[in-house]
């Protein structure tokens, strides 16, 4: 209590021992203590009001940092499975790429074997048909034998072929850089593969079908003109 209502009071408690109060007087006085309620009611609910919105904003505090936390959890969540997802999908690719790479050695290994037999097998038939003609015409043989027909010279073996395919140390990691995805043993395969072919007309079908439709050559054209130019260049 103020200090000025106490004061106020007092003096009232002391008038009413004084004099007897009036009927207006009570009135009076009643409307006082009306007026007293309502203020101490409007007090009790201004109190009241000021600590409900003290718990509102302290339910909205904690309520939004639920929410941050939540979508922060939510946030990690989906980064993980995500995470998992790109790694499957790079296991799986790097798997059939594998796969293919093998494939592709075995065809090309299964083609080179299938080949070599058929040009070893031809050759002795020309060595079988020499000595008819020498039977045929001995005389002939000895009177004249400068005049004897050359034989034809005999087609570089695949070795020497593939030695003319080996391209120096840079072209070399240029060509399984850019042109082969980095895949050195690929490389070799392939280069293994062009040196059993007979033809330019075979290597194009070859690099053009087998082997363009796995790598991208269009980012480096020049390697690629290099590395076709050392493949056509037995056939020049």
Same mark, same amino acid.
């Given at each position: 209590?103020?200090?000025?209502?106490?004061?106020?009071?007092?003096?009232?408690?002391?008038?009413?021992?004084?004099?007897?109060?009036?009927?207006?007087?009570?009135?009076?006085?009643?409307?006082?203590?009306?007026?007293?309620?309502?203020?101490?009611?409007? =007090?009790?609910? +201004?109190? /009241?009001? @000021?600590?409900?919105? &003290? #718990?509102? *904003? !302290?339910? $909205? %505090?904690?309520?939004?940092?639920?929410?941050? =936390?939540?979508? +922060?959890? /939510?946030? @990690?969540?989906?980064? &993980? #499975?995500? *995470? !998992?997802? $790109? %790694?499957?999908?790079?296991?799986?690719?790097? =798997?059939?790429?594998?796969?293919?790479? @093998?494939?592709?050695?075995?065809?090309? *290994?299964?083609?080179?074997?299938?080949?070599?037999?058929?040009?070893?097998?031809?050759?002795?038939?020309?060595?079988?048909?020499?000595?008819?003609?020498?039977?045929?015409?001995?005389?002939?043989?000895?009177?004249?034998?400068?005049?004897?027909?050359?034989?034809?010279?005999?087609?570089?073996?695949?070795?020497?072929?593939?030695?003319?395919?080996?391209?120096?140390?840079?072209?070399?990691?240029?060509?399984?850089?850019?042109?082969?995805?980095?895949?050195?043993?690929?490389?070799?395969?392939?280069?293994?593969?062009?040196?059993?072919?007979?033809?330019?007309?075979?290597?194009?079908?070859?690099?053009?079908?087998?082997?363009?439709?796995?790598?991208?050559?269009?980012?480096?054209?020049?390697?690629?003109?290099?590395?076709?130019?050392?493949?056509?260049?037995?056939?020049?």
């Amino acid at each position: 209590m103020s200090t000025a209502l106490s004061s106020a009071l007092s003096s009232l408690q002391s008038a009413l021992q004084a004099e007897v109060p009036s009927a207006d007087d009570l009135q009076f006085l009643d409307s006082l203590c009306v007026q007293a309620h309502q203020a101490k009611f409007r =007090a009790e609910v +201004a109190e /009241a009001k @000021a600590e409900t919105e &003290a #718990q509102f *904003a !302290a339910t $909205q %505090a904690e309520l939004a940092q639920a929410q941050a =936390a939540a979508q +922060a959890a /939510a946030h @990690a969540q989906l980064q &993980a #499975q995500l *995470a !998992a997802v $790109q %790694a499957a999908a790079e296991s799986r690719l790097n =798997a059939a790429l594998t796969d293919h790479v @093998a494939a592709l050695g075995e065809r090309t *290994a299964s083609e080179a074997t299938s080949q070599k037999p058929a040009a070893i097998h031809q050759e002795p038939a020309a060595i079988h048909q020499e000595p008819v003609a020498i039977h045929q015409e001995p005389l002939a043989t000895r009177q004249e034998p400068a005049a004897t027909s050359p034989q034809p010279a005999a087609s570089k073996s695949v070795n020497a072929r593939y030695a003319n395919l080996n391209a120096g140390l840079n072209d070399r990691l240029a060509f399984v850089k850019h042109l082969f995805g980095g895949d050195d043993q690929d490389y070799q395969r392939i280069v293994a593969y062009l040196a059993t072919l007979e033809s330019k007309a075979e290597c194009e079908t070859f690099i053009r079908e087998a082997v363009q439709p796995d790598y991208d050559w269009s980012k480096s054209p020049d390697v690629a003109d290099r590395f076709l130019a050392l493949v056509y260049a037995r056939f020049e």
